[in-house]
């Protein structure tokens, strides 16, 4: 879902807050999953695939909203062009990644290629969740400081 136009930056900021600790549950529980699929239980690969699922459309949701939603965080122009396209490969790498991870627990079921996928994946999400809390979501803008 988009941020409508009557959404104020700071609600923008509160939920995608909410959403990177929604994901991250989300990732600790795929990462424990994961390590307990290695060792082969059925059941538990079939957890890890609906949880990979479940991850995926969350996150699928999540960078959508966030990408729409960023010119809104930030002021206009060349800085903000090239923090949205950045932005935007970095996403469309973490895409890729989930993707690659669900298709190697598809073909393999379980396996070090997933248990490394998924690895590469948490730590990708959780410096990218990073980064963007530091450099997008704690600091006002100027005009939001001067009351505009």
């Known amino acids: 879902?988009?941020?409508?136009?009557?959404?104020?930056?700071?609600?923008?900021?509160?939920?995608?807050?909410?959403?990177?600790?929604?994901?991250?549950?989300?990732?600790?529980?795929?990462?424990?999953?994961?390590?307990?699929?290695?060792?082969?239980d059925p059941s538990t690969i079939v957890a890890l695939r609906q949880q990979l699922q479940t991850l995926g459309k969350t996150l699928h949701d999540h960078l959508h909203y966030e990408e729409y939603s960023l010119s809104s965080l930030t002021q206009h122009g060349k800085a903000a062009d090239e923090a949205a396209e950045m932005m935007r490969r970095e996403h469309q790498a973490q895409r890729e990644l989930l993707d690659g991870v669900i298709r190697?627990?598809?073909?393999?079921?379980?396996?070090?290629?997933?248990?490394?996928?998924?690895?590469?994946?948490?730590r990708a999400i959780r410096d990218d969740m990073e980064h963007e809390e530091r450099e997008l979501l704690s600091k006002p803008q100027p005009?939001?400081?001067?009351?505009?």
Not at 13 to 31: D, G, M, N, P, T
Not at 105 to 120: F, M, N, S
């Open 1 to 40: 879902m988009e941020p409508s136009s009557q959404t104020t930056p700071d609600e923008i900021r509160k939920r995608i807050r909410s959403e990177h600790y929604r994901i991250a549950e989300q990732l600790s529980r795929v990462e424990a999953l994961t390590d307990e699929a290695s060792r082969g």
């Open 104 to 122: 190697d627990l598809d073909e393999t079921a379980v396996g070090e290629k997933l248990v490394v996928g998924v690895r590469e994946l948490a």
């Open 143 to 148: 005009a939001e400081e001067s009351g505009e």
